[in-house]
């Protein structure tokens, strides 16, 4: 079954641009059928979904992260990234990534059905 | 913004109790409703898509239901490996979830 992994910096400072990767094993990003997300979760609270993109590097964003977050994709090494400019303490959080199965009626995310197991990003000050 | 409201926040059981979790949306979205189970340090799993659909694997003591603004999941006999927090997550257009529902073993 598929499996995904997420690396990158587990402290950051205030103000700099959060740079995330998650790498996709035992299944294709090319594969159709759908998209590839992430989401995040502040100590002890709920989760948020950030934003999806799709192979062809379609992108859909949470609109009160949006001017903020770039989605990308690298098919080739079947990885997808996250980028969050001007992070601050609110922005400290387990950042999950995610396969996403499309509604293929309506050509939108439906449901999450596999995950990371989460890194923890803190930022400071 | 659709919004879900999730209630309760928590919940304490005992073991083999019928346990009831619902979801309202500010909206109607049909049945684009899904559920979820998240344990400690752990990712969330999928346990319930498009309402009442049960994900592979998961055990039939769960199950899902409603549609429009209304939906509840059930635990039928909660069992302690059942202790979790879960959420549901909409997906009318762009996904949201609901808040939690905390669930602990009385």
């Known amino acids: 079954q598929v499996q995904l992994q997420e690396s990158g910096p587990g402290l950051v400072k205030a103000t700099q641009t959060l740079s995330l990767t998650c790498t996709v094993s035992r299944g294709s990003i090319n594969s159709g059928d759908y998209y590839w997300s992430w989401i995040r979760q502040p100590p002890g609270k709920g989760l948020v979904w950030i934003g999806y993109?799709?192979?062809?590097?379609?992108?859909y964003y949470n609109p009160s992260l949006k001017s903020r977050v770039t989605i990308s994709v690298d098919t080739s090494k079947n990885q997808f990234s996250l980028k969050l400019s001007s992070m601050t303490a609110a922005d400290t959080a387990v950042y999950y990534c995610?396969?996403?199965?499309?509604?293929?009626?309506?050509?939108?995310?439906?449901?999450?059905?596999?995950w990371g197991p989460g890194t923890l990003v803190t930022v400071s000050s | 913004d659709i919004q879900m409201t999730q209630s309760p926040s928590s919940l304490s059981a005992s073991v083999g109790d019928r346990v009831t979790i619902t979801c309202q949306a500010s909206?109607?979205?049909?049945?684009?409703l899904n559920w979820y189970q998240q344990k400690p340090g752990k990712a969330p799993k999928l346990l319930i898509y498009?309402?009442?659909n049960l994900e592979t694997g998961v055990p039939s003591r769960f199950s899902g239901s409603g549609s429009g603004t209304d939906f509840s999941f059930t635990i039928s006999s909660l069992q302690p490996e059942d202790i979790a927090t879960y959420y549901c997550?909409?997906?009318?257009?762009?996904?949201?979830f609901g808040q939690g529902t905390r669930l602990e073993i009385k």
């Open positions: 993109i799709y192979n062809s590097g379609s992108t």
């Open positions: 498009d309402a009442s």
């Open positions: 909206q109607d979205i049909r049945n684009y």
């Open positions: 997550q909409e997906y009318d257009y762009l996904p949201t």
């Open positions: 995610a396969r996403v199965r499309i509604d293929a009626g309506r050509g939108v995310g439906s449901n999450f059905d596999y």
